[in-house]
């Protein structure tokens, strides 16, 4: 089950709105239904290139800049590594071999970037 982790301000926002507290509070049902618990529901290991980067579509690539987030949405579809921040952290040597694989990957049109939460990283979002 993923951790619970909210802000101050978040967990005093879900006190008194249950949409609050719905997306960022994991319910006991999910640590029980084997279909909310699956590790890598869209397959994104399988399609990692580059620590970091999946390259999962033809025309476009995900980079995971971070792991971190400052709080934990229940329909996060990495909680494999949310949980665990030492397995998600993106070094500057990590950033230059996603650089070269997209040099070497022109038909890469488009890249989201993504985490975690990539605005919890500025120095490396800035460097991406």
Do not use: W
Request: net charge positive; hydrophobic share 35%.
């Amino acid at each position: 089950m993923l951790s619970k982790r909210l802000s101050p301000y978040l967990e005093k926002l879900s006190v008194t709105c249950p949409a609050i507290y719905k997306q960022f509070v994991p319910s006991l049902q999910e640590g029980h239904d084997e279909e909310l618990t699956v590790d890598d529901p869209l397959l994104e290991e399988e399609h990692t290139v580059v620590r970091g980067l999946v390259h999962k579509y033809g025309n476009r690539a995900l980079l995971l800049l971070t792991m971190n987030c400052a709080a934990y949405c229940r329909f996060c579809t990495r909680r494999r590594k949310v949980s665990d921040i030492k397995k998600g952290i993106i070094t500057h040597h990590d950033l230059d071999k996603m650089v070269a694989y997209l040099k070497k990957h022109p038909e890469i049109k488009e890249l989201i970037l993504s985490g975690g939460d990539p605005l919890t990283q500025p120095v490396i979002l800035k460097k991406a």
